[in-house]
């Protein structure tokens, strides 16, 4: 709208002309509290079945703070004693403006009958030393702030009111925590902004919580860590692959689903289309090893460093090692998603290796434009080494050796190699790239296993979500309708019982899964 216009519309909206058109957010703040209002609280009668805090804060003018309540309100009706925890401040832009901050207010208002509101002190005793993980917190939240490593650092050195802020947050959420007793917490994401200053602090001091994540019709919960981190994978997978060993039937179905599964990614026909050509049955790429990159600033990919500083310093001394090794050859694959404008990050690895004059053509950057399919240099490889990437279960099910240098949610399922130190970490890729580390069968089963609880069970497909899309149907629903779907009360055990949902999902499609033709 020009200059005039914005001047001629406001001074109508001054005489009262015309009404000022309603932002989004209010749009939805107002849709949900009619539902308030047509919904009063439901309180059960029965014994309390425990404490929660319910950490309801400002999300990008998203529905995850209203989504949050929904879910108090009924763990309330369920006999929970809820509070919650009300964290209007903005820190790493998590709240858009001051508006949406006194969107949610308006809520929050509305709630006082209903819950007990906590409103921390906005001005902490500053004491003691940083725990442990909040400078990596810092740095990660950079990161995503950046959209990758590339500035970040500078960022927090030119901003150092989120480290401040971030940093008195952790200490009012600890003080906190440290004199309630709630048996666990509820809380969005778990790693971005505020949500991962309650579940460092959490779990720092040992309380339990349970996180959610989402995108439009579809939702995932986690105990005890980021649900990004996929935290619930590493005990239900080594429990169902020792299940596999003996149950012959089980172990076909799930294999069976598994390949399907990775067969439909690879042709490139998977939801996100991330492939941008099939894959080829003929002889291609001969990379010795291949680098599947992650999008660095998604949340599955931050606060996961281990062996190295970051992820520039992890390619780096891998083409010095290459560099120095003779014949030993590198692809590193950008991931696919970066050729789309609104998943390009800040980082450019691209010309990495023109710093080792030695390497010549043996390493080559594959762009995420280019037309070629990952499982292909996968095909050729002779190591495969991912960040957080999917695609190192798949390599392994496929008959690859694969070497973490990151904290991934599979490195203890009983198929990747996670060596201790940086030292260690070349050994091994140079036995890889020597033909020396063989995958056995027992791998590739339990490669597939955690294939199967990732493609198949970690994600909810739910039009009940925080999803703005999602939120306008829902929240003109009956209140008690939006539990009664099979996936909606899957949900609700789950944060009853604090079972994950991965294991309620895998119960409900494990005496449903096709068997393999051949079984017939």
């Known amino acids: 709208m020009s200059d005039p ?35 009063p609280a439901v ?20 529905a995850v703070p209203f989504f949050s ?9 369920e006999g929970l004693r809820v509070s919650l925890l009300w964290e209007p401040e903005n820190i790493f832009g998590n709240a858009a403006d001051a508006g949406e901050v006194a969107q949610i207010e308006r809520v929050i208002s509305a709630l006082g009958a209903e819950f007990e509101i906590v409103r921390l002190p906005a001005d902490p005793v500053m004491n003691g030393n940083d725990p442990a993980f909040l400078a990596e917190l810092l740095f990660e939240n950079a990161v995503q702030k950046m959209r990758g ?26 003080s906190f925590l440290r004199t309630r007793a709630f048996d666990w917490l509820l809380i969005p994401g778990g790693v971005w902004a505020i949500s991962g200053v309650y579940a460092g602090v959490a779990a720092e001091i040992g309380v339990p919580f349970t996180t959610f994540d989402s995108g439009p019709g579809a939702l995932l919960l986690g105990n005890d860590g980021a649900t990004a981190h996929f935290p619930d994978v590493e005990s239900l997978a080594l429990e169902l692959t020792a299940r596999c060993r003996d149950d012959v039937k089980e172990r076909e179905r799930i294999t069976h689903r598994a390949q399907e599964q990775m067969r439909i990614r690879m042709r490139g026909d998977d939801e996100f289309r991330l492939q941008p050509v099939a894959t080829s049955a ?29 992820v520039r310093d992890w390619l780096t001394r891998l083409l010095a090692w290459v560099e120095a090794t003779p014949g030993a050859t590198v ?13 390009r990050g800040a980082d450019d690895f691209s010309q990495l290796a023109s710093r080792f004059p030695g390497l010549g053509e043996r390493a080559r950057f594959f762009a ?12 050729g490889a002779k ?3 991912p960040f957080t990437s999917r695609v190192g279960i798949e390599a392994v099910m496929l008959g690859k050796p694969v070497l973490l240098c990151a904290r991934c949610y599979y490195g203890d399922c009983g198929f990747a190699e996670t060596p201790a130190t940086v030292d260690e970490y070349f050994a091994q890729v140079g036995r890889a790239v020597g033909g020396h580390l063989p995958v056995p069968a027992e791998a590739r089963l339990a490669a597939a296993v955690t294939y199967y609880l990732a493609e198949t069970c970690l994600e909810l497909k739910t039009a009940f979500t925080p999803a703005p899309t999602d939120f306008v149907k829902w929240v003109k629903q009956p209140a008690g309708e939006i539990w009664t779907t099979p996936e909606n009360r899957d949900v609700l055990e789950s944060l009853l019982t604090r079972v994950p949902l991965a294991r309620i999902r895998h119960r409900r499609f494990a005496a449903a899964l096709p068997a393999p033709a051949h079984a017939h």
């Open 149 to 174: 490593e590339a500035g970040a650092q500078e960022y927090l050195a030119a901003h150092p009111e989120m480290v401040e802020g971030m940093r008195s947050q952790v200490v009012r959420v600890r």
């Open 331 to 343: 692809a590193i694959r950008q991931h696919p998603c970066e050729k789309l404008a609104d998943y």
């Open 383 to 385: 190591v495969v080494l």
């Open 282 to 310: 003929a002889a291609g790429h001969r990379w010795d090893i291949v680098v599947p990159l992650n999008l660095r600033w998604d949340s599955a990919a931050m606060c996961r460093k281990h062996l190295f500083a970051n």
């Open 43 to 62: 309180r059960s009668s029965g014994a309390s079945r425990g404490a929660v805090g319910v950490l309801v804060t400002p999300w990008q003018q998203t």
């Open 69 to 77: 309540i929904e879910c108090a309100r009924k763990l309330a009706a």
């Open 368 to 379: 995420a434009h280019e037309d070629v399919n990952t499982y292909d240099l996968i095909a």
């Open 5 to 39: 216009r914005q001047f001629f519309w406001r001074a109508m909206q001054r005489l009262n002309l015309v009404k000022p058109k309603k932002r989004q957010f209010q749009v939805f703040t107002d849709l949900f509290l009619a539902r308030l209002r047509a919904a």
